[in-house]
């Protein structure tokens, strides 16, 4: 039996919908992707979503909004995909890179203060694996250090600290005390790829809390003008009967998200909480396997958060970088595919370029040297769980408690 990693839950009711755009004439932004958007903020709770070509672009495009660049610092934590730092790379802003806390996937909040400077603009904490982050703490050590905060246009000003922005790419529909992302942070953004619990094949999505003096229309405004070349109108709008006239104010950007994509969300939509439910069955199943190994795995509940079950990671204690990698390749001979999640950012050629060591980083680091992810998907049947399941028996057996 072969058991892929993450392959997309696509049904009929996907390509019904894509269909119907097609068959429409409008395939490009347009009533799909605006009901998606509505359908998005009716489940998280929020106001307005804007949907975006990618989680990297409502990112960057978010920083851009705020103003964030030249001469500017940014803080992330080392251990996330390389998307969380580049965007500020994007932008011409320093990112500020911060170890996470001994074993735990969350940056180290306590070392928060010693980086915080008048450059500081934003901080981006890392939903890592769909488990929801501190943001009680994140927020603590922001209105420390207000009076160190210097505001460099009127959003910022309006904010008067820190600008808190979620990189919540796997985190979709996870829960921190009863209530969903999009609800903590400033600024959340979701990743809708081909791999992630709820898939527009390429696609991502930011929403915000409600910023005092500023009109939720005018935000959105903003990123559509950000996403479209910064252009007065989409083309929706340009094609109605004599609406062609338009301006461009600012010399944007071209990352918005098509009603293709917007389709498909949709009927992802529909079925979310069933696919949601079906990737906590099989975390609950990991979980009971592994309790009998000399194994730790990242919490998907506890009694702060339930997360969207993204990805389970494990960490198979007391072993290095080479025992864990023979792992994965035992794993793959039974054919089951499993990943790591990730590389901390001083590890890849891009940041050590910056000047960032990995021996500055121990504890992302350690966290990473023994990591190897699970596959995870809610098409995944009994009999390929009893599969992997029977594989992980196999492959760990030495690594029993």
Known sequence: MNIPFSPPDITEREIELVSE????????????TKEFEKKLAEYVGTEKFVCLGSATAAMEMTLRLL????GDEVIVPAYTYTASCSVICHVGAKPVIVDISKDSFEMDYDALDEYINEHTKAIIPVDLGGAVCDFDKIYSCVERNKDKFVPSNEIQKAFGRIVIMSDCAHGFGAERNGVKTGNFADFTCYSFHAVKNLTTVEGGAV?????????????????MNLSLHGQTKDALNKNKAGAWEYDIVSPAYKCNMTDLQGAIGLAQLERYERMLNRRKTIINRYNSVLDGYNVTYL??????YTSSGHLYLMHVNDIDEAERNNIINRFAEKGVATNVHYKPLPML?????????????????????NEITLPLYSKMT???????VSVIEEVLKEYKK
């Open 207 to 223: 929403t915000w809390r409600n910023i005092e003096g500023f009109d939720n229309e005018e935000i959105y405004r903003q990123y």
């Open 67 to 70: 103003g964030v660049g030249p």
């Open 382 to 388: 009994d009999e390929e769980l009893d599969y992997v």
């Open 299 to 304: 919490k998907h509940k506890t009694e702060e």
């Open 349 to 369: 050629t891009a940041y050590k370029n910056l000047g960032y060591d990995i021996k500055d980083f121990p504890n992302a680091f350690n966290y990473y040297k």
């Open 21 to 32: 755009v097609l068959r429409s004439g409008w395939v490009t932004t347009g009533p799909k």
